[in-house]
């Protein structure tokens, strides 16, 4: 069993920052990939960035160049470092580990961008 555990969320004004953690624990042999999802209330859910196995970085246009998707391996820990935040960023944000053929979701963090 994989367990994913979330942080950082919270309420920042406009041009804000804030940064997401997501852990994984439990039985993992092979991360395939791992990344950040975002779902707005009324809206469905949007990959934000990601980090596929086979390399590369793929992020959605509207976070671009604000936006930083990094890991470390060695806690089997991603991040979402958010930067110049935007109210339309305000959604809750659940991080997404893909080991072996599994998909696993963290919990969701909710984050809220507003004067």
């Known amino acids: 069993q994989v367990q994913l555990v979330e942080s950082g969320g919270g309420l920042v004004q406009p041009g804000g920052s804030l940064i997401l953690s997501c852990a994984a624990s439990g039985s993992i042999f092979s991360i395939n990939a791992m990344g950040w999802y975002r779902q707005a209330p009324g809206k469905e859910r949007e990959l934000v960035a990601d980090?596929?196995?086979?390399?590369?970085?793929n992020y959605v246009d509207s976070v671009k160049g604000r936006f930083t998707i990094f890991r470390d391996n060695a806690k089997n820990t991603v991040y979402l470092q958010m930067n110049s935040l935007k109210p339309e960023d305000t959604a809750v944000y659940y991080c997404?580990?893909?080991?072996?053929?599994?998909?696993?979701w963290g919990q969701g963090t909710q984050v809220t961008v507003s004067s």
């Open positions: 997404n580990v893909v080991i072996g053929k599994e998909s696993y």
């Open positions: 980090m596929p196995r086979g390399g590369g970085i």
